[in-house]
């Protein structure tokens, strides 16, 4: 483990060879940009009597998606529902909002269920930076939110989540779905710029993300979140695999007391080889919380190594915009330490060209 390269930036930039430090530090940064790009859209006033919502992608375009659901879940006036696949669900009809989001625009999967959903005639929308589904919105008139990226230097759409997450949020409020205020956004670009300087490299002090990146080094990750942070574990599971290149998984508490707490006991190399990150918060539920503590006593029963993340926030959309910059941090100095280049997906390149075939 090359342990010093997280406070050296020169050491970084060697194995960082597309800039993914760009991208985390220019996270808020997303946030300013795709809010600009979303002033001139225009939703039509009857996507507010939507009767479900829809949401169309693959992997780090449906992160924003997750994350939405989890926050919001309290909130959004019809049940949301994420679809990573070919097809739409038989209820998708002329009262679905059907939104589909791919980074890229290319997205195979999306682009083949949005053919299905609008045959449905249902409330289309959709998010992405261009190629074919920006395409199809102009010409098919369909409401798009279509993002410059020009602070994604590394342009993984994993480390585009401020596009991703605020620009989905935007779609939804101007569809009548939640509530977003001027307010909401300002705040939102506050947390992530506060907690990039908290995490970030050149906090060389106590940095909690360089923290836990190190104490995971090696081993095979869990992440555990409940209620508003679901969505945040799950991201954090999905960039340890993409840029870590580690392992990665998440459950939910409440759920898992019911069936992993067994699952923990074999193979015996998970004493060594396992490590679980549980995101815990003050805004959870007590007896949520309670379930956290009792958690901790069968990992200790059961010699598994565990490390806590308190987020700090005192809301839950500040919360998970502090989580997002956590769990990308980590994933990024695990890359880091293990001397490898975070962006390179060559594994998902291959599977691709394959298809082609």
Same mark, same amino acid.
């Not at 194995?15 to 001139?40: I, R, T, Y």
């Not at 589909?100 to 999967?109: H, I, L, M």
């Not at 067994?262 to 080889?273: T, V």
């Given at each position: 483990?090359?342990?010093?390269?997280?406070?050296?930036?020169?050491?970084?930039?060697?194995?960082?060879?597309?800039?993914?430090?760009?991208?985390?530090?220019?996270?808020?940064?997303?946030?300013?940009?795709?809010?600009?790009?979303?002033?001139?859209?225009?939703?039509?006033?009857?996507?507010?009597?939507?009767?479900?919502?829809?949401?169309?992608?693959?992997?780090?375009?449906?992160? =924003?998606?997750?994350?939405?659901?989890?926050?919001?879940?309290?909130?959004?006036?019809?049940?949301?529902?994420?679809?990573?696949?070919?097809?739409?669900?038989?209820?998708?009809?002329?009262?679905?909002?059907?939104?589909?989001?791919?980074?890229?625009?290319?997205?195979?999967? /999306?682009?083949?269920?949005?053919?299905?959903?609008?045959?449905?005639?249902?409330?289309?929308?959709?998010?992405?930076?261009?190629?074919?589904?920006?395409?199809?919105?102009?010409?098919?008139?369909?409401?798009?939110?279509?993002?410059?990226?020009?602070?994604?230097?590394?342009?993984?759409?994993?480390?585009?989540?401020?596009?991703?997450?605020?620009?989905?949020?935007?779609?939804?409020?101007?569809?009548?779905?939640?509530?977003?205020?001027?307010?909401?956004?300002?705040?939102?670009?506050?947390?992530?710029?506060?907690?990039?300087?908290?995490? =970030?490299?050149?906090?060389? =002090?106590?940095?909690?993300?360089?923290?836990?990146?190190?104490?995971?080094?090696?081993?095979?990750?869990?992440?555990?979140?409940?209620?508003?942070?679901?969505?945040?574990?799950?991201?954090?599971?999905?960039?340890?695999?993409?840029?870590?290149?580690?392992? /990665?998984?998440?459950?939910?508490?409440?759920?898992?007391?019911?069936?992993?707490?067994?699952?923990?006991?074999?193979?015996?190399?998970?004493?060594?080889?396992? =490590?679980?990150?549980?995101?815990?918060?003050?805004?959870?539920?007590?007896?949520?919380?309670?379930?956290?503590?009792?958690?901790?006593?069968?990992?200790?029963?059961?010699?598994?190594?565990?490390?806590?993340?308190?987020?700090?926030?005192?809301?839950?959309?500040?919360?998970?915009?502090?989580?997002?910059?956590?769990?990308?941090?980590?994933?990024?100095?695990?890359?880091?330490?293990?001397?490898?280049?975070?962006?390179?997906?060559?594994?998902?390149?291959?599977?691709?060209?394959?298809?082609?075939?």
């Amino acid at each position: 483990m090359a342990n010093n390269i997280l406070n050296n930036i020169d050491e970084i930039k060697k194995l960082d060879s597309k800039s993914m430090l760009g991208s985390l530090e220019l996270l808020s940064a997303q946030v300013e940009e795709v809010l600009d790009c979303a002033k001139k859209l225009k939703i039509p006033a009857n996507y507010k009597n939507a009767k479900n919502i829809v949401v169309l992608g693959m992997g780090g375009s449906t992160l =924003g998606a997750h994350i939405l659901k989890s926050v919001f879940f309290d909130k959004l006036k019809a049940p949301l529902e994420i679809v990573n696949g070919y097809h739409v669900p038989e209820y998708v009809d002329k009262n679905s909002f059907v939104l589909v989001s791919s980074y890229s625009g290319t997205t195979e999967e /999306a682009l083949f269920a949005m053919k299905e959903a609008m045959k449905r005639k249902a409330k289309m929308a959709v998010i992405s930076s261009g190629g074919d589904l920006a395409k199809i919105s102009a010409a098919m008139k369909i409401p798009g939110l279509i993002f410059t990226t020009n602070n994604n230097p590394c342009g993984s759409p994993r480390m585009g989540l401020g596009y991703s997450i605020v620009g989905q949020m935007i779609l939804f409020a101007k569809a009548g779905l939640i509530k977003l205020s001027p307010k909401d956004i300002k705040n939102i670009i506050f947390v992530l710029k506060k907690y990039n300087t908290e995490f =970030g490299v050149s906090n060389v =002090g106590k940095n909690l993300a360089k923290e836990m990146a190190r104490n995971l080094f090696g081993r095979s990750v869990w992440y555990a979140g409940a209620e508003h942070l679901s969505g945040n574990a799950h991201a954090a599971a999905n960039q340890t695999n993409e840029n870590a290149k580690r392992f /990665a998984g998440y459950f939910l508490i409440p759920e898992l007391n019911h069936h992993l707490l067994e699952g923990m006991i074999y193979p015996e190399s998970n004493k060594n080889g396992l =490590g679980v990150v549980l995101l815990e918060s003050a805004l959870y539920d007590v007896r949520i919380q309670k379930r956290f503590d009792v958690t901790k006593k069968v990992l200790d029963k059961n010699e598994i190594k565990y490390w806590s993340y308190i987020a700090q926030e005192k809301d839950k959309t500040s919360q998970a915009c502090e989580l997002l910059v956590f769990g990308s941090y980590v994933s990024y100095y695990g890359a880091l330490l293990q001397g490898i280049d975070p962006t390179a997906i060559p594994f998902v390149d291959f599977f691709k060209e394959q298809l082609k075939k």
